[in-house]
C-alpha cells in the first residue's frame, strides 16, 4: 500500500530525501502543485519518508484521515485560486533553501478536515499532471 502526502505539506523535502526508491518528487509548477507527490507505482511502503516530514503530512494510503483534527495550529497548501486559502507561508526546507506558498490556509486546534482529496490529488499529478513526465 503506498503513502499519500496531503495538503499539510509545505515542501521541507526531507522526505525525497530519504526514500529508497527515489520515487517521492516535488510539484512543478508551485502555484498549482504545491505538494511533494508520491509515485504509487514506485513506492514501496517502506515508511522511510513519514518520520521524516516535519508537517505529519504523510500518511499510508487507507489511513488518510476523512476527519483531521488538528491539535495546535496547522497550515494547509493547496494551488494558487483555491477559496480561502489566501496566505503566503514563507519558510525553508530541510536544505535551508526559502519555500514560498502562496496559497495556504491556518487550520486552527480544533478543527477538522478532510484530508481523503489528497488521494486523487496524488494520483492525478502522476496520470494527467507533470509528474506523468517524471517516471
Given at each position: 500500500?503506498?503513502?499519500?502526502?496531503?495538503?499539510?505539506?509545505?515542501?521541507?523535502?526531507?522526505?525525497?530525501?530519504?526514500?529508497?526508491?527515489?520515487?517521492?518528487?516535488?510539484?512543478?509548477?508551485?502555484?498549482?502543485?504545491?505538494?511533494?507527490?508520491?509515485?504509487?507505482?514506485?513506492?514501496?511502503?517502506?515508511?522511510?519518508?513519514?518520520?521524516?516530514?516535519?508537517?505529519?503530512?504523510?500518511?499510508?494510503?487507507?489511513?488518510?484521515?476523512?476527519?483531521?483534527?488538528?491539535?495546535?495550529?496547522?497550515?494547509l497548501s493547496?494551488?494558487?485560486?483555491?477559496?480561502?486559502?489566501?496566505?503566503?507561508?514563507?519558510?525553508?526546507?530541510?536544505?535551508?533553501?526559502?519555500?514560498?506558498?502562496?496559497?495556504?490556509f491556518i487550520?486552527?486546534?480544533?478543527?477538522?478536515?478532510?484530508?481523503?482529496?489528497?488521494?486523487?490529488?496524488?494520483?492525478?499529478?502522476?496520470?494527467?499532471?507533470?509528474?506523468?513526465?517524471?517516471?
Amino acid at each position: 500500500m503506498p503513502h499519500v502526502i496531503t495538503s499539510l505539506c509545505l515542501r521541507d523535502g526531507g522526505c525525497a530525501t530519504v526514500c529508497p526508491v527515489e520515487c517521492i518528487v516535488p510539484g512543478q509548477p508551485i502555484d498549482q502543485w504545491p505538494w511533494y507527490y508520491i509515485d504509487p507505482d514506485t513506492c514501496i511502503d517502506c515508511g522511510a519518508c513519514v518520520p521524516e516530514c516535519p508537517w505529519e503530512a504523510i500518511f499510508p494510503l487507507d489511513e488518510v484521515p476523512a476527519a483531521f483534527q488538528a491539535k495546535k495550529d496547522v497550515r494547509l497548501s493547496q494551488p494558487v485560486g483555491t477559496p480561502d486559502y489566501t496566505e503566503e507561508y514563507t519558510g525553508t526546507n530541510h536544505d535551508g533553501d526559502e519555500v514560498i506558498l502562496k496559497a495556504t490556509f491556518i487550520l486552527k486546534a480544533g478543527q477538522t478536515i478532510d484530508l481523503t482529496p489528497a488521494i486523487q490529488t496524488n494520483a492525478d499529478f502522476f496520470k494527467n499532471g507533470p509528474g506523468y513526465n517524471a517516471r
